[in-house]
C-alpha cells in the first residue's frame, strides 16, 4: 500500500514561517498530483496549494504570496513553505496525493491517498 507521512508542523507566531513536509512511500510508480489542505473545527476541508508532477501549482486566494507549495518526485515529497502566518493560517494541515500509480505485490493499482495531518498554530 501506500502511505503519506507529514512532518514539519508546530506552533509559530504571527509573522513567522514554517515548513511542512509530505513523503509518500511504498512502491509507488508515479503520482499525478500532490497536495496540502487544512481543517478546523466545525468547518469543511479546504485546498490550500497543489502541485502536478509537471509543476503546476495552485493556491487558495488566502495563501497567495505567502505560501509556497514544491515538490521532490525523485523523492516522492512534497513541501508547504508557509511564510508571513497568521492565526487564520492554524488548522491541521493534510497532504494528499492523487492518481499514485503502485504496485501491491504483482498487481498494478492507482489510488489516492491522505496523509494523518499535522497541526500548524499560529499565535498572535
Known amino acids: 500500500q501506500v502511505q503519506l507521512v507529514e512532518s514539519g508542523g508546530g506552533l509559530a507566531q504571527a509573522g513567522g514561517s514554517l515548513r511542512l513536509s509530505c513523503a509518500a512511500s511504498g512502491s509507488i510508480f508515479s503520482i499525478n498530483a500532490m497536495g496540502w489542505n487544512r481543517q478546523t473545527p466545525g468547518k469543511q476541508r479546504e485546498l490550500v496549494a497543489s502541485?502536478?508532477?509537471?509543476?503546476?501549482?495552485k493556491y487558495a486566494d488566502s495563501v497567495k504570496g505567502r505560501f509556497t507549495i514544491s515538490r521532490d518526485n525523485t523523492k516522492n515529497t512534497v513541501y508547504l513553505q508557509m511564510n508571513s502566518l497568521k492565526p487564520e493560517d492554524t488548522a491541521v494541515y493534510y497532504c494528499?496525493?492523487?492518481?499514485?500509480?503502485?504496485?501491491?505485490?504483482?498487481?498494478?493499482?492507482?489510488?489516492?491517498?491522505w496523509g494523518q495531518g499535522t497541526q500548524v498554530t499560529v499565535s498572535s
Open positions: 502541485i502536478t508532477s509537471d509543476g503546476s501549482t
Open positions: 494528499n496525493a492523487d492518481g499514485v500509480q503502485y504496485y501491491v505485490g504483482s498487481y498494478y493499482s492507482v489510488g489516492d491517498f
